[in-house]
């Protein structure tokens, strides 16, 4: 104990010395400088002697780091290539209005593309036209062709993880049918469904009826988030504008952006559970816009990837240079529509003297866009290797002839008459720079002929005319320049059968031939396809003979995107209708990137 203490108070006794520190600091002072002469300046001295040297050898050897370097980057560009890769989000313009969300309502571009983006079907078409299972796993066929039973595929969801089953086909059959839920999908009237087991479904038809299964196509609904709601308040139902869907892609949110113009962007992301597999894309979002030179002008300013509804006369050759423009070829036809019930057009003898004067050729020329012809009332395409009738040629000669027997006769200076009343054709169409282009084409080869021709072009986005009510359904014109969707089958009954010859049916040429309507009526009661083929000749000899129409051109659907962006392929692309397009819509991208090449 006294030794610890000892050594305490000797450590208490130890005073700090300022000259002792001074002294140390010195002789640390002279040793640095001594060490930085001998180690660093006389050293310093010998590198100038040898600094080309040096510099030589730096040279070198940043020579040799480079092209180690550029090796490097040549191996790897031998090895990988610049190749779409998934991730990002997809944000593509659309037509609007879109006010609501729900399928069943779905009537315009931007409400048709969001339901085939969020809801399946238990058939869809691909982007080459070809019908696939998409819901279904499974169909087979009474042989009467009266009876479907279709298996669906056991693995899909709703976004909200809900297991989707046959209860929930059957549940959309139904409301399809209610009168009071205002669907616009129609014809489920007189067919009856049933729920076999938990993933099978029998559709019961009251006859054969051969093109069933491009019926099939319809979005399927959730019973469990539906079925409390009365059907007549569906459509402002809070689903309506936030949908529960299994489709691709799964709701997120809709943002307004300009009341105004019906700007708005509807956000989705993919849909990880997605039974046919995860999108490439990460988002994808709808931007809809109230006019098409609005989509253009969304296009200049990089809004948007891409544009569907898009008229290409609204781009300008700088825009047209900065994208790609995909051409895309629909089941569409435009017609020249002749209403056999107007005053003039009852004649046959005149219908079929404005058939040879129209030179169908010359006006698809006058195009501002390259399209195909189209001559019968359905597309070859789709009666594939049948003996297809032709058009009559154009013959000036004969045309005349039909007009002066059908009483028309030429003035010397004016126009033809008939009873001292000019022959004067009222040609209406919807205002679109390529149907405007075909009117003003065949006016002037009838007015060549000494034919008077009044045209009109209708605006549908003016508020103050309801194009539909008082030009369509009262059939309110002579001609009517239109485009038909004809779908993937060639039943085309609904256009050229007498009894749609409504206010409500789609004939607008009151077209009404008993040959023509049993040809159209038994061909939908054959399976056989090489029947079913050959009724199909006989009505369409018999369609150019009586001439309720013409046919100008095969529609086309225009689809414009930047250059990193992938979607559809062009080269083998067959729509049956505008938003076919999302069929391969997996695979779409937004990115490029490296990618190791396969061997």
Do not use: C
Not at 233 to 241: H, N, P
Not at 517 to 522: F, G, K, P, T
Not at 562 to 577: G, W
């Amino acid at each position: 104990m006294a030794d610890k203490q000892y050594g305490w108070r000797r450590f208490q006794r130890m005073k700090f010395s300022t000259k002792g520190l001074s002294k140390r600091a010195r002789t640390v002072e002279a040793a640095t400088l001594r060490h930085a002469h001998k180690f660093i300046f006389k050293r310093l001295r010998k590198i100038r002697n040898v600094r080309r040297h040096i510099a030589s050898w730096l040279l070198l050897v940043g020579v040799l780091i480079g092209l180690t370097g550029l090796q490097l980057v040549w191996n790897q560009k031998s090895y990988t290539k610049q190749a779409p890769v998934g991730g990002g989000t997809y944000a593509e313009a659309v037509l609007g209005p879109i006010d609501t969300l729900n399928p069943l309502y779905a009537t315009t571009d931007a409400e048709l593309s969001a339901s085939r983006l969020l809801f399946s079907s238990l058939y869809s078409y691909d982007t080459e036209g070809s019908l696939n299972a998409d819901l279904a796993s499974s169909m087979t066929r009474s042989e009467r062709g009266d009876e479907y039973t279709i298996r669906i595929k056991e693995n899909a969801r709703w976004s909200d993880d809900t297991a989707l089953t046959a209860a929930d086909v059957v549940f959309t059959i139904d409301l399809l049918k209610n009168p009071m839920s205002r669907a616009a999908i129609t014809g489920w009237r007189d067919i009856a469904v049933e729920q076999v087991d938990e993933y099978t479904v029998r559709f019961k038809l009251p006859s054969t009826y051969a093109p069933f299964r491009h019926a099939l196509t319809f979005p399927i609904l959730p019973k469990h988030a539906l079925e409390n709601i009365n059907p007549e308040q569906l459509r402002e139902s809070k689903f309506s504008k936030a949908p529960i869907g299994s489709g691709p892609f799964v709701f997120r949110l809709e943002q307004p952006v300009d009341i105004n113009e019906d700007r708005k962007i509807i956000h989705m992301a993919m849909n990880e559970s997605y039974y046919r597999g995860k999108p490439k894309l990460e988002k994808f979002q709808l931007h809809v816009y109230g006019s098409q030179e609005a989509i253009a002008k969304a296009l200049r300013t990089n809004e948007v990837n891409a544009a569907a509804d898009v008229s290409l006369d609204t781009l300008s050759e700088k825009d047209r240079q900065r994208y790609t423009i995909l051409e895309l070829p629909l089941h569409n036809g435009v017609y020249a529509l002749m209403n056999t019930q107007s005053e003039i057009l009852k004649s046959t003898e005149v219908r079929r003297a404005l058939q040879l004067l129209t030179d169908t050729e010359e006006i698809r020329a006058a195009m501002p866009n390259e399209v195909n012809s189209l001559s019968l009332p359905f597309l070859p395409a789709q009666v594939a290797g049948a003996d297809l009738p032709s058009a009559p040629a154009v013959n000036r000669t004969e045309a005349e002839k039909l007009l002066d027997a059908a009483g028309y006769v030429k003035q010397a200076n004016g126009p033809r008459e008939k009873d001292g009343f000019p022959l004067t054709i009222k040609i209406a169409t919807l205002k679109n720079k390529e149907y405007e282009t075909a009117l003003s084409a065949m006016a002037k080869q009838w007015r060549d002929a000494g034919i008077q021709v009044e045209a009109e072009v209708l605006d549908t986005s003016d508020v103050s005319r309801d194009v539909l009510q008082t030009v369509l359904q009262p059939r309110n014109f002579d001609v009517l320049i239109y485009e038909l969707t004809m779908g993937a089958d060639p039943d085309s009954y609904a256009y050229w059968h007498s009894s749609q010859i409504t206010r409500r049916g789609l004939n607008f040429s009151n077209y009404a031939n008993g040959i023509a309507d049993d040809a159209l009526s038994s061909a939908r009661l054959r399976l056989e396809p090489d029947i079913r083929a050959a009724k199909y000749v006989a009505f369409a000899e018999q369609w150019l003979k009586d001439v309720p129409a013409i046919g100008l051109y095969q529609g086309n659907s225009y689809y414009v995107q930047n250059d990193s962006t992938r979607s559809v392929d062009e080269s083998k692309a067959r729509l049956i209708t505008p938003t076919d397009r999302y069929g391969n819509v997996l695979y779409w991208t937004v990115r490029q990137g490296s990618v190791y090449k396969t061997p």
